[in-house]
């Protein structure tokens, strides 16, 4: 597991108030309002059932699609919804309002992330800590952007950070961002986000939603659908939030520190994100809410039943909503986000002809990974079948068939350098050679493989993770020891000869043995990412 490091960036300190739009880049004003028939094309009877909401309630919201099978990137649980485009601002929102019996549906998001970190206990606040080398911010970031029916996101951050962020928002390009600055508790930090949104100037950029969801920049691992149920909740009832069961029991302490009593598990709940309000009512909240409560507070859900008397519904989440806090959290984000990305493997070859020790590989690659698509002929051209290619996967194995020549293997690259595949994760290239000792002398082969160390360099800097291995087998039985001279001097090669003894059913389990390794070496590569492994040759 690769170490925490305390990156340079980002400041602990939290001041102030003020909005400033995110520079760079003019924002386009997107607006995929949720509109009418939200769930009319989304099995209503299910998700109104779970929200309790009755299906003419939920009916009146906009209509939604489930988008294409795997068609959002990258591999993350649940499907990508795309919104009907029913309102795209704040002219053409009013419009479908006029139209008779539409409703429109404007969703914004305030995302507080003015926090200084001190549980996690390293020098850069949590939210920018880098989980694969990318801050954990810009997961929540591409989370909730993956929801096309929120329009906006404002992020609170300290204006120590505010360069910070804006250098992330570049990076990663993200959109339909706006940066507000953080107060110095986490309920002053949203108030302020809820007070750009509120300006709802002619010529602002923000418009004053009719649902915001608020949701702790902390918490990357947010889906479409909570936000969808939080958000219908919302429109119902004022208000709703996503709870948790309990998993410790709750005490009470007496002031000598014993314990006064203890509380029901079963009867209560943890309360988590997101969480989503009719604007007016949280805007309310905080505008009346006393100075204890915007000090010491951390339930916005309160802020609304105390100031609004507005019962909040409770909607069930998922177990990854959890908020990073402590390091260990970091890694297990990390866990969770390389498990999401390796669990499909593109294997690039030249022919659909599946030669036999190929085959055999493919075969155990099923056998390690969920997914293993196989691609050919996609490198003759940069069509759009290719671009599909790319934008599904972020494991590659390039597989050359008796040949220690790179052209395939660049050419992969060159097609994973012009696309933005690896901005947002680390994209593991494994270049598999397929030798036959008895037709090609290794030697010959070895010191072109060696290239490998200068080509993973080069494309580092785009963080493609390029390594090679190695499947050796040969057609006859060949002693161990006939190579071993061959790989003398020859560095980063971790040698596993194989050969072929003179019975034909024996040969058959040495191949299938051989390949069989050579799988699990590329589904641990695939699954690790570590940098560890860049430029080296594997032999399997
Ligand atoms: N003044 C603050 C304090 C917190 N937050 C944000 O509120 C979310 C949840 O708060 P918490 O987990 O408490 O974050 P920190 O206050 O940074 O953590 P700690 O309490 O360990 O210092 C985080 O995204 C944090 O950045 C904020 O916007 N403004
Ligand atoms: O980490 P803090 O205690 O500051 O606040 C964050 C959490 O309290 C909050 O996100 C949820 O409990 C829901 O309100």
Known sequence: M?????????????????????PGR?????????????????RPPRLASALNTSSSAAGSLA???????????????????????????????????????RLSLAVAAVLPAGGSGERMGVPTPKQFCPILDRPLISYTLQALERVCWIKDIVVVVTRENMEAMR???????????????????????????????????????????????????????????????????????????????????????????????????????????????LFDVIYKAYQQCSDYDLEFGTECLHLALKYCDTKAKLVEGSPDLWKVTYKRDLYTAESIIKERISQELCVVMDTKEEKEPISYLLEALRNELNHVKVTCGALGYAGRDTQHILEQCYSFACVNFMTSDFHKTKKLLSMLEESDLSILYPVVVVSVHFFDFKLVPLSQRMENLMWIREFAKEVKKRNILLCGLLISYSQGSVCPGAYADLFQGVPHVAHLLTWRSASPKQDEQKLQETLTQGAIIIAALIRERSLGFVGQLLVA
């Open 2 to 22: 690769r170490r925490l490091r305390a990156a340079a960036g980002p400041a602990r300190e939290n001041r102030g108030a003020g909005s400033q739009r995110c």
């Open 26 to 42: 003019r924002t386009q004003r997107r607006g995929r309002a949720v509109g009418d028939g939200l769930l009319a094309q989304l």
């Open 63 to 101: 209509a939604m699609e489930p988008g294409p099978p795997g068609g959002s990137r990258p591999a993350e649980p649940g499907r990508r919804l795309s919104g009907a485009p029913l309102a795209t601002s704040a002219s053409s929102r009013s419009a479908a309002r006029a139209e008779p019996g």
């Open 167 to 277: 250098s992330i928002i570049r990076k990663y390009q993200h959109k339909h961002i706006s940066l507000v600055e953080a107060g110095v508790t986490r309920h002053r930090s949203i108030f302020n986000g809820l007070n750009a949104l509120a300006q709802d100037q002619p010529d602002c950029k923000l418009c004053k939603p009719e649902v915001v969801i608020i949701h702790d920049a902390v918490r990357p691992f947010v889906e479409e659908d909570v936000l969808l149920k939080v958000v219908i909740a919302a429109k119902a009832h004022g208000a709703a939030g996503a709870i948790r069961p309990l998993v410790s029991t709750v005490i009470s302490p007496s002031a000598d520190g014993c314990l006064d009593h203890s509380l029901e598990r079963a009867r209560y709940r943890a309360s988590e994100m997101p969480q989503a309000f």
